[in-house]
């Protein structure tokens, strides 16, 4: 039996962290940028099509319904959030959102800040507030997407490549 060295795969795996997620409500794509949801837990991306079985006397045939693409986000609520304001609004008044898929583990050569990634018109289908009385309050999102997505680059700044806490010297801020 041939031995499988599995640190030859060590160095490609991407770690949940690199695969982010921005969102921003479709009809404020001239003023406003796409952003994250702080402090995200798990993110996740389902495709899925149904397909009917018609029964003949050589066999089934099967023909392929439409592609559905779900996406659906979970975090810990940050007091002042505006970001989860607007996706709720949006909810409500049932408007389309952008939401960006990005993995920061590939970037686009010779282009600062350019990722490879996947761009989406959504809506959001579900949100939930979940508040245990030891807990953190837990927002989960789902999102229904149009189509499969397109493929193409991301522009992720520097700010939204940080992680949520970066290192501060001990200094006043204005000193």
């Known amino acids: 039996m041939k031995r499988l060295d599995l640190q030859l795969f060590a160095n490609e795996a ?29 993110n996740g991306r389902t495709k899925s099509r149904d397909a009917d079985s018609t029964a003949t006397k050589d066999g089934s045939i099967r023909t392929p319904g439409a592609l559905e693409t779900e996406i659906t986000a979970t975090s810990i609520l940050k007091k002042g959030d505006t970001l989860l304001d607007d996706l709720e609004d949006a909810l409500d008044n049932g408007e389309k959102i ?36 030891d807990e953190f309050v837990e927002v989960s999102l789902t999102f229904g ?18 992680q949520a806490y970066a290192f501060t010297d001990t200094p006043a801020v204005g000193a």
Request: charged share 25%; proline share 1%; glycine share 8%.
């Open 14 to 42: 991407v770690q949940g962290k690199k695969l982010v997620y921005l969102y921003r409500i479709l009809s404020k794509k001239a003023t406003t940028a796409g952003a994250t949801l702080a402090f995200t837990t798990e």
């Open 98 to 133: 952008e939401v960006w898929e990005v993995n920061l583990m590939e970037p686009v050569e010779s282009k600062a800040n350019k990722f490879k990634g996947r761009y989406f018109w959504a809506y959001l289908t579900e949100l939930e507030y979940t508040a245990n009385a």
């Open 145 to 162: 997407a149009e189509g499969a997505g397109e493929k193409g680059e991301v522009t992720i700044t520097e700010n939204q490549q940080e």
